[in-house]
């Protein structure tokens, strides 16, 4: 629970980012050392997964789709590129500022 809680704590330093995920709020879910819960970004609709792993001192993201099937795992993540490894496997796309200004009508 106090891993989740930390990583949460991080998520919540850069919530302009973390909301743009689509994330669900009632989602969130305490997993073994981390934290689980769902997005629906524009590259990735489904669950984020988000692990500390204490020998490395460093993090593991893994997304997994709809039907639990694992899509892609991307480890050796620190502290400071959380939040930015996790906004470029969810959400940034190459078109990403014309597909929010079409989307928002900007």
Same mark, same amino acid.
């Given at each position: *629970?106090? *891993? #989740?809680?930390? +990583?949460?704590? +991080?998520? /919540?330093? &850069?919530? %302009? +980012? ?12 305490? !997993?073994?050392?981390?934290? #689980? ?10 669950? $984020? ?7 490395? =001192?460093?993090? @593991? ?8 099937? $694992?899509? @892609?795992?991307?480890?050796? +993540? ?6 930015? @490894? !996790? ?5 940034? @796309?190459? =078109?990403? #500022? #014309? /597909?929010?200004?079409? &989307?928002?009508? %900007?």
């Amino acid at each position: *629970m106090e *891993m #989740a809680n930390y +990583i949460l704590t +991080i998520l /919540r330093s &850069q919530l %302009m +980012i973390v909301f743009s995920w689509g994330l669900d709020p009632y989602s969130f879910r305490v !997993i073994e050392n981390g934290l #689980a819960f769902n997005v629906s970004g524009y590259k990735h609709q489904g669950r $984020v997964e988000v692990v500390y792993d204490e020998g490395y =001192d460093l993090f @593991t993201v893994k997304l997994l789709n709809r039907d639990g099937s $694992v899509k @892609t795992i991307e480890d050796g +993540i620190y502290l400071d590129g959380l939040v930015d @490894t !996790i906004d470029r496997l969810v959400e940034k @796309t190459d =078109d990403y #500022a #014309a /597909r929010v200004r079409r &989307q928002y009508g %900007m």
